[in-house]
């Protein structure tokens, strides 16, 4: 029964695409600083410099060294400026490079479930079935699915009005490992790699990756930024639709009947506190082998 819940939420998922947000990746944020580094760099070298009216220690050779070094100041003046212009124009290619960056992961989740949804129910399943079959092994999702469903024995309308709200979903989302999103992104890499989102952000890492270059060559170190784009969206799809199943499987433990399709009569039975024995075990059996889930015998 965890594995018609988990269908059945992530089913409800798919019917509230619009509802999937995914974020844009921390790296914008730390390219945004980069951009304000880049434009304050020759603020911060003139803080190097020492203080007004410190005075300068020594005699006549010294103060012909201060000459000297007055001059040199004013020299890497004019040269820290003309190196503040070039950062200036990387900060400005920057910028416009984040802005185009940051709007199209707002649709992202939305668009690739719109076109690909039923390719990630799939995968889904096929993921869940392989916990419940034993192909997948970690973490022993389904090792005790009479608890995740009724809670605690006996298993009353007590003990079910206790149970986790979301257990199953939480049980087996917070344990998912790379086979999930590996298998879903073999379904959507095409469709993301048309889609703004992606196409800006290798145009953005390649426009700053260049630019942290040659600030590197002036003086200025920025490191690169290296983030699997594709991992990190299908990563935080699978999160949303994690979410929006929590909130689905609640709902169904408050109200079960008619919620499964394969298990009309004893889906309605498990998710609730009434009592179970054998005869219902019977009409399981036979609603799985109505439904076409197993062979008749």
């Not at 509802?19 to 003139?46: C, G, Q, Y």
């Not at 007590?158 to 986790?164: G, L, R, T």
Request: net charge negative; proline share 3%.
């Amino acid at each position: 029964m965890s594995k018609e819940m988990m269908k059945i939420c992530v089913m409800d998922a798919m019917e509230h695409k619009d509802d999937v947000h995914v974020k844009a990746p921390p790296d914008v944020s730390n390219m945004r600083k980069t951009v304000d580094d880049l434009r304050n760099w020759h603020k911060e070298k003139e803080g190097e410099k020492p203080e007004e009216g410190e005075e300068k220690k020594g005699g006549f050779l010294s103060k012909v060294g201060g000459m000297v070094s007055d001059a040199a100041e004013a020299v890497a003046d004019i040269t820290q400026q003309g190196v503040q212009k070039g950062l200036n124009v990387f900060a400005d290619g920057l910028e416009a490079a984040i802005n185009n960056v940051e709007e199209p992961f707002v649709t992202i989740g939305k668009d690739l479930l719109e076109v690909k949804g039923l390719e990630i129910v799939q995968c889904f399943e096929e993921y869940v079935g392989g916990i419940v079959e034993g192909k997948v092994k970690f973490g022993g999702v389904f090792d005790d699915p009479v608890f995740l469903v009724r809670g605690q024995s006996p298993h009353g309308q007590a003990e079910y009005d206790a149970a986790q709200p979301d257990g199953i979903t939480d049980n087996m989302m917070t344990k998912v490992d790379m086979s999930l999103y590996v298998a879903i992104i073999d379904q959507v890499k095409v469709e993301m790699d048309k889609h703004a989102v992606v196409k800006n952000w290798n145009s953005a890492i390649e426009s700053y990756n260049s630019a942290a270059e040659k600030a590197k060559d002036m003086g200025c170190n920025v490191d690169p930024i290296e983030l699997d784009i594709q991992m990190y969206i299908t990563v935080e799809v699978v999160k949303e639709i994690a979410r929006l199943m929590a909130d689905k499987e609640k709902l169904v433990r408050q109200s079960s009947d008619g919620a499964c399709k394969n298990f009309p009569g004893t889906f309605s039975v498990m998710f609730s506190g009434k009592p179970y024995d054998e005869s219902n075990y019977k009409k399981f059996i036979q609603e799985g082998k109505d439904a076409g889930l197993w062979k008749s015998s």
